[in-house]
Nanobody, 115 residues
Framework: QVRLVESGGGLVQPGESLRLSCTAS????????LDWYRQAPGKERVSIAR???????DYSDSVKGRFTISRDNKWNRLYLQMNSLKSEDTAVYYC?????????WGQGTQVTVSQ
């Protein structure tokens, strides 16, 4: 079955960086577009970055210029490099893939940006 496992979250100060990883199994990873979403406390889950099977990336305005999405098809991994983190980036971060018309999510990884 499809499984997504995120890692790399943590507590950082404003201005610092983190790199999130998502390891996928159960799918032919290289043919799928993949996304990073995040959900802040009391808010809806929103898409922040997407990468196509060919490596084209797109970002929400809130993270453009600070975050970079990438993928490693050899190891079935999705990454999110997050630089210049702000307090408003505090959220649970999820990787996502749509397979067979069904949305699959990982368990999420918490990112907290605070002094």
């Amino acid at each position: 079955q499809v499984r997504l496992v995120e890692s790399g979250g943590g507590l950082v100060q404003p201005g610092e960086s983190l790199r999130l990883s998502c390891t996928a199994s159960g799918i032919n990873f290289k043919i799928y577009a993949l996304d990073w979403y995040r959900q802040a406390p009391g808010k809806e889950r929103v898409s922040i970055a997407r990468i196509t099977s060919t490596g084209s990336a797109d970002y929400s305005d809130s993270v453009k210029g600070r975050f970079t999405i990438s993928r490693d098809n050899k190891w079935n991994r999705l990454y999110l490099q997050m630089n210049s983190l702000k307090s408003e980036d505090t959220a649970v971060y999820y990787c996502h893939v749509k397979h067979g018309g069904i949305d699959f999510w990982g368990q999420g990884t918490q990112v907290t940006v605070s002094q």
